[in-house]
């Protein structure tokens, strides 16, 4: 049984830093993609940044050079890294697997339809 369990949101105020863990198991598979993504209320889910097995990373427009995305070498937790944060950043946080085997291509990587595996999620809000 897949799980992912995110823990490290708080809250913060805008420009500061806060990083976050997404612990993975009973995930074995060789071609993947796994990320972070972020749903605010009344917004849809969107993509953040993600990891695939290849490793290219990929960022949203708003957030890239502030956000890192990484994964430890055991392959079994994946970090974002979240610097000078702003107050459109809160959100719950989600990390996300992709389906088994699937190593997910150009825009799909962002996209949360194609991520078959989800965790709880991490509340981060930052205040202005």
């Known amino acids: 049984q897949v799980q992912l369990v995110e823990s490290g949101g708080g809250s913060v105020q805008a420009g500061g830093s806060l990083r976050l863990s997404c612990v993975v198991s009973g995930y074995t598979y060789s071609n993947y993609c796994m990320g972070w993504f972020r749903q605010a209320p009344g917004k849809e889910r969107e993509g953040v940044a993600t990891?695939?097995?290849?490793?290219?990373?990929s960022y949203a427009d708003s957030v890239k050079g502030r956000f890192a995305i990484s994964q430890d070498s055991a392959k079994i937790a994946l970090y974002l890294q979240m610097n000078s944060l702003k107050p459109e950043d809160a959100a719950m946080y989600y990390c996300?697997?992709?389906?088994?085997?699937?190593?997910?291509?150009?825009?799909?990587?962002?996209?949360?339809?194609?991520?078959?595996?989800w965790g709880q999620g991490t509340q981060v809000t930052v205040s202005s």
């Open positions: 990891i695939c097995t290849d490793r290219i990373t």
């Open positions: 996300a697997a992709s389906r088994g085997g699937t190593l997910l291509l150009g825009l799909a990587r962002m996209r949360a339809q194609y991520f078959a595996y």
